[in-house]
Structures are given as structure tokens and as C-alpha cells.
């Protein structure tokens, strides 16, 4: 069993920054993917970045981000972190951090991030 917290997320203008961090604790496979997800009001939640646990493993990011937020883990600490910069109001959504552990999804709580225009 994997638990997730996330923290960080509030509220900032268009244009600022915030950080996301996901604290993982359980049992882990020697590899896993973790990652963060967001969904909107009114959508589906969707893929926002990913990363890998190797050095040089993969990392991926949803094409609306790119160049803007930045995706990066602890290996030690088992956590994962995003910067988001540049933000738009368009990224307003609930953040969820993700881990794939032996084929199996787990979810964050959640965390709030409204960016206002």
C-alpha cells in the first residue's frame, strides 16, 4: 500500500509561481513512475508530468506545460516536486500527485490551485 500527501498548492496571479510537493510513504518497487495530475472543473483529469526513478529516466510533459513547469523527485525522501512558472488561469485545477507502483495507480488527496487573471 502506497499513501500520498500533497501540499503547496494555493492561490497566485497569472504570471506567478508555485511548488507542488507529494510525500510518498510504503512499499515501493525498485522502479516506479511518479507524476502529477490536474483536473479542471467540468473535466477530465489529465496528464500534466511524469517521471521516472532512474538518473536519465524518462521524464514527460503534457504539451500545455512544457517550458513552464518543471518536474523533479527525491529518490531518498520518496518525493516528488513541481515548479510551476508562468502561470495562466487556465492551469487553475486540483493537482494530483500520482505514483505507479507494481501496475497499480495511487492518488494524492488533492490540492487546490487557482490562478487568477
Known amino acids: 500500500q502506497v499513501q500520498l500527501v500533497e501540499s503547496g498548492g494555493g492561490l497566485v496571479q497569472a504570471g506567478g509561481s508555485l511548488r507542488l510537493s507529494c510525500a510518498a510513504s510504503g512499499r515501493f518497487a525498485d522502479r516506479y513512475v511518479m507524476g502529477w495530475f490536474r483536473q479542471a472543473p467540468g473535466k477530465e483529469r489529465e496528464f500534466v508530468a511524469g517521471?521516472?526513478?532512474?538518473?536519465?529516466?524518462?521524464?514527460s510533459y503534457a504539451d500545455s506545460v512544457k517550458g513552464r513547469f518543471t518536474i523533479s523527485r527525491d529518490n531518498a525522501q520518496n518525493t516528488v516536486d513541481l515548479q510551476m512558472n508562468s502561470l495562466k488561469p487556465e492551469d487553475t485545477a486540483v493537482y494530483y500527485c500520482?505514483?505507479?507502483?507494481?501496475?497499480?495507480?495511487?492518488w494524492g488527496q488533492g490540492t487546490q490551485v487557482t490562478v487568477s487573471s
Open positions: 517521471i521516472g526513478n532512474n538518473e536519465g529516466s524518462m521524464i
Open positions: 500520482n505514483v505507479i507502483n507494481v501496475g497499480v495507480n495511487y
